[in-house]
């Protein structure tokens, strides 16, 4: 199996990426607000945005906080982030899960969206513990796509299934398993914690959307370069069984179909000192 390593690295993966992720919904935004409210007084100062990719869900937390880091190790995700960025108290930096270059007890947050599973946890759990403080909250949450068509679920389940588990079975990332299992097995490091599951973002959405975004998933790309002929197969045949399971005939890149993006969040609060 490819490390990881060779995948958001290049400025071809990373514009797809940023072009087609939708941003996660602003309810489970909220969600977090709500629970870091419980036992923090607004304003919140400083948030972390680890795997922050090209700063989908770091754009969100700007307004509840003084300053927001979103740091990844992908320097092609991070020129991204920076260019489409329009909040000043956002920055982002190189940096990893694993070694958080921030001063202890200096964040309120800890987010992960849809990266979590790439991580070493533990060494990541012990950064997290150093730099929140006190009743800080570490947010770890993950989606996986699908769509939507009234009486059509299970045929379309089973399009994203055989796409996403069994063709791509040789090329994705082993760690994704945790993801595909709704982060079940993920142990959080605080015995105050929270598993929401689901929440789901129900959108309008071209039909060359869902295709885009499927060709952004780190194992299709990794097949892209491998075998672009493989790779280009395998998208012809995800369009014409996405578009039979939506009974849509011969979907241009345009037509308007449902999305249904499925998130799973969970939520740890470090113990107050007293
Ligand atoms: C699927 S993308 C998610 C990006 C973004 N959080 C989002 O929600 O769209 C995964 C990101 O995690 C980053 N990543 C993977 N392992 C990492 C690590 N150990 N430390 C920091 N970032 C990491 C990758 O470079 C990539 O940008």
């Not at 994705?172 to 994704?176: F, G, I, P, T």
């Not at 849509?248 to 345009?254: I, R, V």
């Given at each position: 199996m490819p490390k990881l390593k060779h995948m958001f690295q290049t400025r071809h993966h990373a514009e797809l990426y940023a072009r087609f992720r939708p941003q996660p919904p602003k309810e489970l935004i909220d969600k977090i607000v709500t629970y870091l409210s419980e036992k923090l007084e607004r304003p919140f100062n400083a948030a972390l945005d680890v795997g922050c990719g090209s700063g989908q869900n770091t754009r969100l937390l700007a307004p509840f906080f003084l300053h927001v880091t979103g740091t990844d190790i992908s320097s092609a995700q991070l020129e991204i982030a920076a260019k489409d960025c329009d909040s000043s108290n956002i920055k982002y930096q190189i940096g990893s899960a694993e070694k958080i270059e921030l001063p202890s007890s200096s964040l309120q947050l800890v987010t992960a969206c849809q990266c979590a599973h790439f991580f070493d946890l533990p060494k990541f759990f012990e950064e997290v513990d150093r730099v929140l403080v006190p009743n800080g909250v570490l947010a770890i949450y993950g989606c996986n796509l699908s769509a939507w068509k009234e009486g059509r679920e299970k045929e379309i389940t089973e399009v994203f299934k055989e796409f996403n588990i069994d063709r791509l079975e040789n090329y994705?990332?082993?760690?994704?398993q945790l993801l595909d299992n709704w982060y079940q097995d993920i142990i959080m490091p605080y015995t105050e914690n929270v598993r929401i599951f689901p929440i789901n973002l129900v959108f309008s959405r071209p039909f060359g959307d869902i295709v885009g975004q499927v060709t952004s998933w780190s194992g299709v790309q990794r097949m892209f370069q491998e075998d672009p002929q493989k790779g280009d197969e395998l998208i012809k045949d995800f369009r014409y069984k996405l578009a039979n399971a939506l009974e849509?005939?011969?979907?241009?890149?345009?037509t308007i179909v449902t999305c249904k993006v499925i998130h799973v969040l969970l939520m740890g609060r470090k113990p107050s000192s007293f």
């Open positions: 994705r990332d082993e760690q994704l849509l005939d011969a979907p241009t890149d345009d």
